[in-house]
């Protein structure tokens, strides 16, 4: 479990994940510990992760205010938030992750897609990487993966 | 000789928020600080912290050091003094320090000790060998001076420190072999376990250290599973060849000033180890000496600028600076304090502060 391997397991993941048939992209919110810690909330302007009443809470999404826009992502001392849309295209599905590791991998190129536990799951597309003062050296990359994979892929191998 | 109303011991962010509380309500403050720059364990943080706003949520520590040092230069009752190590505090109040190369001799009213933590170590076979690094000389190599500490590092302790150094490993282009841990959890935040588990960097919990191997330098480390009575299982030895192996085994507080000032100590394990006796104020058994932060019981960095915040604010008052709104701001920082306390990561601080209010522990 969680608490042993550092990966979320199934049950955990099945809450946060967008509801089947969902258009659009929505913020995937994987943190599910307790912790002192509210930014992604205050982030939100949209209202979409509910104020806390208590600064341990984990972060509620709702779901119906969010329109995926990732600007809790990058304020996430975590890296936990990411955002995916299953209706990207036909064949693909779109996951946003916050990296912070260099070089940043280039639009356009594959990449290895990599799974929670940084084993390769397949091919990526980046489709952009999104860098900007406000984000404060957390890149957002933004990828397409094959369908099926949006809920598996949250990190990248660049080069090598 | 220095007066002051007010001394501050060490420059980290207890230090830097105590001062700029004292100073703010009206208070004559020296911060003395023995390395030369402020921030104490920030400056080696290039990472995001936790919290909210009030104590800089999302921004990196890096930048946090530099806010509370920057909150102190438009301060004109404040000053600085950097690489000047506080060598005693005496039975009449005085206090000595070193500045520029001379044994100086400061004489303030109230004083703030808040000299932080020191790293804890651990036994094992072959660990003194060159390779074998603290958690805070990693970072003190990569982050502060630019040098990486080897090609392939193995991780003891699975608390937040092991977990964050890794990343920052990771990032500055170092393999990290494993974590591991002896607990049956991992200790730290599980998202920044998850931040190094998708980088592929396995955390073995339930694991310690057996020995390390090399002759003149560290070329390996043997780790051994553990029962859940904490011995090694025999036959489950790994080896795993490594370059070097950094303990991030916990802290302790860097108290040697408050015993030599004759506070009254006790030992309580979930603070860290020795810490002082204070009230809600955070004044010790010495009439007039404050404490604040690591010093006070390893926490975070967050805790430990309201922990700095309070102190100010109590010592500038009982100088009598401050109206009522002085009042306020005490109330302020001890609702921070609570709210930052009171989840379930914030249990083993509770139950050390609980310990230490009733007097429980090892009384010295
Ligand atoms: C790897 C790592 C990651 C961390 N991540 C986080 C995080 O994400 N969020 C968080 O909230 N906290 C984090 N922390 C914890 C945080 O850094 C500390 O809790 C915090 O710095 C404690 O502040 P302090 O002012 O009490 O002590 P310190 O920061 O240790 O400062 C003490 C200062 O006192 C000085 N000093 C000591 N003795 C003397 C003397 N005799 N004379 C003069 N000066 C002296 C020292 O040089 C130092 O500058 C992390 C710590 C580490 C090691
Ligand atoms: S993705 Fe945008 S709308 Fe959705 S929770 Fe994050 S900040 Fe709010
Ligand atoms: S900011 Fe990130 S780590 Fe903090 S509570 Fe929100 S999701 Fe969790």
């Known amino acids: 479990m969680l608490e042993r391997t550092g990966v979320p397991v199934k049950e955990q993941l099945d809450r946060v994940q967008p509801p089947p048939g969902h258009e659009g992209p929505m913020a995937v919110i994987e943190c599910f510990q307790e912790i002192p810690c509210n930014p992604c909330s205050e982030a939100c302007t949209r209202g979409a992760i509910a104020s806390f009443t208590d600064i341990n809470n984990p972060p509620v999404l709702i779901r119906e205010k969010c329109n995926g826009c990732g600007n809790c992502m990058f304020r996430c001392p975590g890296l936990a938030i990411f955002v995916i849309d299953e209706s990207y295209s036909d064949t693909e599905t779109l996951v946003k992750i916050p990296y912070e590791y260099l070089p940043l991998p280039e ?10 536990e940084g084993k390769p799951v397949g091919l990526a597309r980046v489709i952009k990487v999104q860098q900007g003062k ?21 990190s990248i191998q660049v080069g090598r | 000789m220095t007066e002051t109303e007010i001394l501050v011991i060490g420059g980290g962010p207890a230090g830097l928020r105590a001062a700029a509380a004292a100073g703010e309500l009206g208070a004559q403050v020296l911060v003395i600080e023995e390395m030369d720059w402020l921030g104490g364990q920030l400056v080696k943080q290039t990472h995001k912290f936790f919290g909210s706003k009030e104590q800089y949520a999302s921004r990196r520590g890096i930048d946090i050091a530099r806010i509370l040092a920057g909150e102190l230069e438009n301060h004109d009752r404040v000053t600085v003094w950097t690489g000047a190590p506080v060598l005693g505090i005496y039975e009449d109040g005085m206090v000595t320090a070193q500045k520029d190369n001379r044994h100086v001799k400061i004489k303030p009213q109230r004083i703030i000790v808040a000299t932080g933590a020191a790293e804890k170590v651990l036994p094992f076979p072959n660990n003194d060998l060159p390779g074998v690094y603290g958690a805070g000389a990693v970072q003190t190599l990569m982050n502060l001076h630019g040098v990486l500490p ?54 073995l919990t339930r694991h310690t250290i057996k020995e390390a191997q090399g002759r003149e330098v560290v070329e390996g480390a043997v780790i051994q599973q553990l029962d859940e009575n904490w011995q090694p299982v025999p036959g489950t030895e790994q080896q795993l060849e490594v370059d070097v192996i950094c303990l991030a085994v916990g802290l302790t ?62 010592a500038a008052r009982s100088l009598g600076y401050g109206g009522p709104e002085a009042e306020a701001y005490l109330e302020d920082a001890l609702r921070q304090l609570h709210a930052l306390r009171s989840g379930p990561a914030g249990e083993k601080i509770r139950r050390g502060l609980e310990k230490l209010e009733t007097m429980e522990g090892v009384p010295c």
């Not at chain 1, 050296?137 to 949250?154: D, E, F, S």
């Not at chain 2, 591991?180 to 998708?198: D, M």
């Open chain 1, 107 to 116: 639009e356009g190129t594959p990449v290895t897609a990599l799974d929670r």
């Open chain 1, 134 to 154: 406000a984000m404060d050296r957390t890149a957002i990359i933004w990828l397409a993966v094959p369908k099926g994979l949006g809920m598996t892929v949250r």
């Open chain 2, 150 to 203: 080897g090609r392939r590092v193995l991780m003891v302790g699975a608390g937040n420190i092991g977990l964050i150094v890794s990343y920052q490993l990771l990032q500055a282009g170092v393999e990290v072999a494993a974590v591991i841990e002896g607990a049956a959890h991992i200790g730290g935040y599980l998202v920044h376990a998850a931040k190094i588990r998708r980088a592929g960097v396995p955390i």
């Open chain 2, 253 to 314: 507080p860097l108290a040697d000033l408050l015993w030599q000032a004759g506070c009254e100590m006790r030992f309580i394990p979930e603070l860290g180890g020795h810490v002082p006796y204070r009230n809600r104020l955070l004044e010790t058994t010495r009439p007039g000496i404050y404490v604040a932060g690591d010093v006070a019981g390893v926490e975070e960095a967050s805790a430990a600028m309201v922990e700095g915040r309070l102190a100010g604010l109590a």
